[in-house]
């Protein structure tokens, strides 16, 4: 009897002697496996991937069937910004619905970061509860994850396999992973800034060069836009500028600032700041965060003073990258921008100069030396007129005279073109005439009294061109004429537009349809419309030609 309660005894004995030694080689196997990860984390300069591994591994080592990340959103207190999670399957986490917040026992270590070892979640007085369809949790380990002296997020271990609960050993390989992970955490980190650094300024100084090209306006401005979204892994970008687009206003006094160009990745315009502080933002020029915003100066030439604004949406991939972000970079890039923005119109406009002077020479030329030497040939040919005998020859002498004369008008309708740019009234209305003679088949001669160029208001010039460009299309189709002389008079308190041709007169069905318009717009402006024949006829029995005259105040 003896001898066999020494054989039981001997063989609990043995059984507890292999229990530890297979528990040493376990310890052992599981500290090399946490050797082998440590040198893996080191390697690996993805964050996303990182952070996946990390969860991975602590739930190996420490035997849990679910493992999880939360990373702290730092500048919400409680909130996680990322949950990453091990053991649940995507169609699981997507049953579940929304991830963990930082509520119950992910807050309790969150308010005090140090490790948490429990039997049975439920019996903790922090215990929040779960979710429907969330799979049934008991035994816990937490741990956080540290950044010197700063905690990044903690780690959350449930349901040791094999049952019971999570024993000192595992919360101590779990505390020196958490520390080995905080290490790896920061060289990502670190590295992902260095990245971010790298593109920013590649960014800055190939917009330099894209801003120097053949782009400018509101396109240049978009090339600004788009390059900043793509760089910034912003949800959306935004530039802010003076009196352009819709106004939006947030209160009396407060000059509105409106959307310019915007480059969006899902996210709703208009851009979620108030026009105040992006004005402050302006004219402060310090960059400003606003929420889920970065609000950057940008003050190019033309654009007056105004905001780069970069747009994380909550929630997204890149809430990281945005509150890692150093406001210097984006900055930089914005001052850049408008720097290369404001040289290269200074550019354009020294390029535009040197035409316009090349204009003023070439129109010099055509009126001080082209224009005298024809008129003195037309003196010579007129006075050679008189002494002329044959009649046929004295006419083609005064036919030689009167071409001359109308050479001389158009070099100098030439001479008013090369002098007018794209927004002069009067080179528009030289262009237009010059346009009509397609369709008359000869060049109307055309007229300027008094300072056209400064009189007319740009609000005028498109009623003036409409009512222009009516008139000579009515001659054309309906008069018949060989001769059209257009005047446009600036002088007194009136702008007067005259076409006179030497046709057949107006139609009766044209004054219901085609100057009908006419007469509105001078209606509109506090002016008339006269139409009339130009002259009688021979006995005064029939018109001839017709005499437009469209008048209206100047403002």
């Not at 959103?73 to 949950?83: A, K, N, Q, V, Y």
């Not at 963990?100 to 309790?108: A, D, R, T």
């Not at 160009?261 to 402050?280: I, K, L, R």
């Not at 369709?439 to 007319?456: C, N």
């Amino acid at each position: 009897m003896t001898g066999a309660i020494e054989q039981e005894n001997f063989e609990e004995l043995l059984r507890e002697v292999l229990r530890r030694v297979h528990g040493v080689l376990d310890e052992q196997a599981r500290w090399e496996l946490l050797l082998e990860a440590v040198v893996t984390m080191a390697a690996d300069l993805s964050l996303d991937g990182l952070l996946e591994h990390i969860v991975g591994i602590a739930g190996q080592l420490a035997g849990a069937r679910y493992a999880a990340l939360g990373v702290l959103d730092t500048g919400s207190g409680r909130r996680l910004r990322t949950f990453v999670h091990h053991g649940i399957d995507a169609e699981g986490a997507a049953t579940i619905g929304e991830l963990p917040s930082g509520h119950g026992l992910l807050g309790l270590i969150i308010d005090r970061p140090e490790p948490l070892r429990l039997h049975d979640i439920a019996e903790h007085a922090a215990s929040y509860g779960f979710p429907a369809d969330h799979p049934p949790m008991h035994s816990f380990l937490g741990v956080p994850v540290r950044i010197r002296d700063r905690v990044f997020g903690n780690l959350y271990l449930t349901e040791k396999q094999g049952g019971g609960e999570f024993t000192a050993e595992d919360e101590r390989i779990v505390v020196a992973l958490a520390a080995a992970a905080g290490v790896a955490v920061e060289n990502a980190q670190l590295y992902e800034e260095a990245r971010r650094r790298e593109l920013w300024l590649s960014a800055t100084a190939e917009i330099t060069g894209l801003l120097s090209g053949p782009v400018h306006g509101t396109e240049a401005l978009q090339v600004v836009v788009d390059r900043a979204l793509e760089v910034s892994g912003a949800s959306a970008v935004w530039l802010l500028t003076d009196g352009v687009g819709a106004e939006r206003r947030t209160g009396p006094g407060v000059e509105p600032m409106s959307v310019r160009v915007a480059a969006e990745t899902g996210a709703a315009s208009p851009a979620p700041v108030s026009s105040e502080v992006a004005e402050q933002v302006a004219s402060g020029g310090v960059p400003r965060r606003v929420e889920n915003s970065l609000l950057v100066p940008f003050a190019a030439a033309g654009a007056g003073a105004g905001v780069l604004v970069l747009h994380w949406a909550q929630g997204g991939q890149n809430g990281q990258a945005a509150e890692d972000l150093d406001p210097a970079l984006p900055a930089s890039f914005a001052e850049q921008a408008a720097l290369a923005l404001r040289v290269a119109s200074s550019h354009r406009d020294r390029e535009q100069l040197a035409v316009f002077e090349d204009r003023d020479r070439i129109g010099r030329d055509l009126h001080d030396v082209i224009i005298q030497r024809l008129f003195a040939i037309g003196l010579s040919l007129q006075g050679s007129s008189r002494l002329a005998d044959d009649p046929v020859l004295r006419e083609r002498l005064e036919g030689a005279v009167d071409e001359l004369d109308s050479t001389i008008k158009n070099i100098r309708s030439t001479i008013f073109e090369l002098g007018g740019s794209s927004d002069d009234v009067q080179a528009e209305v030289t262009r237009l005439v010059r346009r009509a003679a397609e369709t008359l088949g000869f060049r109307p001669s055309l007229a300027f009294e008094g300072p056209v160029r400064t009189r007319i208001g740009a609000d005028v010039v498109p009623d003036l061109l409409a009512v222009l460009t009516e008139a000579l299309s009515n001659v054309a189709r309906h008069s018949g004429a060989a001769r059209v002389s257009v005047l446009l008079s600036a002088r007194d308190a009136d702008l007067v537009l005259e076409v006179v041709d030497d046709g057949c007169g107006v139609p009766s069905h044209v004054d219901e349809s085609g100057l009908h318009n006419m007469r509105e717009r001078a209606r509109a402006r506090g002016g008339t419309l006269h139409v009339e024949p130009a002259a009688g006829g021979g006995d005064g029995s029939a018109p001839a030609g017709t005499r437009l005259r469209w008048q209206v105040p100047l403002g």
